[in-house]
């Protein structure tokens, strides 16, 4: 959506600042805007609840997604080269949440060895740990 916004509105520069509020003002680059709030809001509390070898695999396929929007929607040239890196980026990703998880805590315990009382996913299960509100320990 900002892509596309910015390729309406045309050439900015940042010494005109009529120019910037007239491109923040284009609705296909306000959606975009706050669909990029709205991702960086869910990628903090999914850090917040999750280490970041599960975080990253989830957003890394975010490369990929808008690689083939940009070639199919928008009808933009992708090069093999970014192709390439694009694969390179996806498998680096791969190999770090294939490794070991760095953060290890006892299947259905809280940090001071009470059972928690939600243990059918580790996310709720770190929420109680966290004292998040409506998840008891």
Known sequence: MLSHGMKQTGSISLNHLQGVIFAVLNPWVAVGILLLLAFFATYMTALS?????????????????????????LHEHVSPLRWLGIALITGGVGFVAGGPEVTKHPHGAAP?????????????????????PGVEV
């Open 112 to 132: 001071g060895g009470e059972p928690c009382a939600v243990t059918a996913s580790p996310l709720l299960a770190k929420d109680a740990r966290n004292g998040a």
């Open 49 to 73: 609840w999750a280490d970041l070898t599960y975080v990253l695999p989830a957003t890394s396929l975010g490369y990929v997604l808008l690689a083939l929007v940009a070639r199919f929607m």
